[in-house]
């Protein structure tokens, strides 16, 4: 399976921005649809946003509240995570992923390649 390696976490306080990155092997992001997940301490892996092989966008209304940006770069095989409005409750560990395309993008199970994950921590 391609590796997918997430990068940009940190700790950061209420209202800081923070973009993440998924590196995947050359031309992954232009066939496979892509996505982040969360999984905060306790709770069960929860989808945030994906991003299909054409560029169309899913999100998780509910959570995003429109303060994340998923985007991709099709020519470094990379996918972005731009997080703005940071608050406590965004606070886990993001994971990339990849599927097929066609798969629901917002059901865990379509995916069957993860990176190790990125932690973010927001606290004050």
């Known amino acids: 399976q391609a590796q997918l390696v997430e990068s940009g976490g940190g700790s950061v306080q209420p209202g800081d921005s923070l973009r993440l990155s998924c590196a995947a092997p050359?031309?992954?992001?232009?066939?496979?649809?892509m996505a982040w997940f969360r999984q905060a301490p306790g709770k069960e892996r929860e989808f945030v946003a994906a991003?299909?092989?054409?560029?169309?966008?899913?999100y998780n209304v509910d959570s995003v509240r429109g303060r994340f940006t998923i985007s991709k770069d099709d020519a470094k095989s990379t996918v972005y995570l731009q997080m703005n409005n940071l608050q406590r409750e965004d606070t886990a560990v993001y994971y990339c992923?990849?599927?097929?395309?066609?798969?629901?993008?917002?059901?865990?199970?379509?995916?069957?390649?993860w990176g190790q994950g990125t932690p973010v921590t927001v606290s004050s």
């Open positions: 992923a990849a599927a097929q395309p066609g798969n629901a993008a917002a059901v865990a199970s379509s995916y069957n390649n």
């Open positions: 050359r031309r992954t992001t232009m066939w496979y649809t």
């Open positions: 991003i299909s092989r054409i560029g169309s966008r899913t």
